[in-house]
């Protein structure tokens, strides 16, 4: 008979001694935490998930499930409290730590940018190769908006599958070339309303003709999705879907060979 090693086990410890994971846990939400902080019910505290790491050369506990449980408790000075702990005892290293982070929050309400961040710590899911084209591209993945940044995670994802990149690839391409890298150029359904062109009229598209078509729209970037937003009024189509259309208008406007068919 195999016996089959121990992957995990649970232990009772001081919440006083555990850290918190800091490449696989997400970040601390303030919001969350005050909720409970008000709150506050010991007998609420449940399970932790930890694993096994190493902190100013012993080894500690490391949280990658539970953070805000466990920063509630401290807040309230029970750090002498004995909290049940989960150890995951294959999780040997950052990328398997994330990985078991996205595998505990599946059914979680966990933001999509956590979801990437461990994707990517994980080295597993679309995010990795999303990125590395976001990344070519001089542009960053954030949690916040701003210049130079995206925040559409989920678009990013969402374009890379349709064919492997290749439309995410050239809608960054043109995106950048008629408008530049300010945050309205690199809004989410924006950027996936540029990238379903691509992706259905795959090799069809002048792309310099449509950078130009573009670069002329009037209100620039924020125009063409206020415009597509007056569309949605009357159509019954997402925001990314007009954004689309009226993309797909712009270009053929003024050409007499190349039109592309309506979507």
Same mark, same amino acid.
């Given at each position: 008979?195999?016996?089959?090693?121990?992957?995990?086990?649970?232990? =009772?410890?001081?919440?006083?001694?555990?850290?918190?994971?800091?490449?696989?846990?997400?970040?601390?939400?303030?919001?969350?935490?005050?909720?409970?902080?008000?709150?506050?019910? %010991?007998?609420?505290?449940?399970?932790?998930?930890?694993?096994? +790491?190493?902190?100013?050369?012993?080894?500690?506990?490391?949280?990658?499930?539970?953070?805000?449980?466990?920063?509630?408790?401290?807040?309230?000075?029970?750090?002498?409290?004995? /909290?049940? /702990? =989960?150890?995951?005892?294959?999780?040997?290293?950052?990328?398997?730590?994330?990985?078991?982070?996205?595998?505990?929050?599946?059914?979680?309400?966990?933001?999509?940018?956590?979801?990437?961040?461990?994707?990517?710590?994980?080295?597993?899911?679309?995010?990795?190769?999303?990125?590395?084209?976001?990344?070519?591209?001089?542009?960053?993945?954030? &949690?916040?908006?701003?210049?130079?940044?995206?925040?559409?995670?989920?678009? %990013?994802?969402?374009?890379?599958?349709?064919?492997?990149?290749?439309?995410l690839d050239k809608t960054l391409d043109v995106v950048i070339e008629?408008? +530049?890298?300010?945050?309205?150029?690199?809004?989410? &359904?924006?950027?996936?309303?540029? +990238?379903?062109?691509?992706? =259905?009229?795959?090799?069809?598209?002048?792309?310099?003709?449509?950078?130009?078509?573009?670069? =002329?729209?009037?209100?620039?970037?924020?125009? %063409?999705?206020?415009?597509?937003?007056?569309?949605?009024?009357?159509?019954?189509?997402?925001?990314?879907?007009?954004?689309?259309?009226?993309?797909?208008?712009?270009?053929?406007?003024?050409?007499?060979?190349?039109?592309?068919?309506?979507?």
């Open positions: 008979m195999t016996i089959k090693p121990i992957k995990s086990k649970i232990v =009772k410890v001081r919440a006083d001694s555990l850290a918190v994971h800091k490449n696989a846990q997400r970040e601390l939400v303030p919001s969350k935490l005050k909720k409970l902080m008000l709150d506050f019910d %010991l007998d609420a505290i449940g399970v932790l998930h930890a694993v096994e +790491g190493h902190e100013k050369g012993e080894i500690k506990l490391m949280v990658i499930d539970g953070q805000h449980r466990l920063m509630a408790l401290l807040e309230h000075g029970f750090g002498e409290w004995q /909290v049940e /702990v =989960k150890v995951h005892l294959d999780a040997t290293d950052d990328a398997r730590a994330s990985a078991l982070f996205l595998k505990l929050n599946d059914r979680s309400p966990v933001s999509p940018y956590d979801k990437w961040m461990n994707e990517i710590k994980g080295k597993v899911g679309d995010a990795i190769n999303a990125n590395e084209i976001v990344m070519k591209h001089g542009l960053k993945v954030s &949690r916040q908006n701003g210049d130079g940044r995206m925040t559409c995670v989920s678009a %990013l994802k969402k374009l890379y599958r349709m064919d492997d990149g290749k439309s008629a408008w +530049g890298t300010k945050a309205s150029a690199l809004e989410g &359904r924006l950027v996936e309303g540029v +990238g379903i062109v691509f992706a =259905k009229y795959n090799g069809s598209i002048d792309e310099p003709a449509m950078v130009k078509k573009l670069a =002329k729209y009037s209100g620039g970037a924020s125009g %063409l999705i206020g415009d597509a937003k007056g569309l949605m009024e009357y159509r019954r189509a997402t925001l990314s879907r007009c954004v689309a259309e009226r993309v797909v208008e712009t270009y053929n406007m003024g050409r007499r060979v190349g039109k592309l068919d309506q979507l």
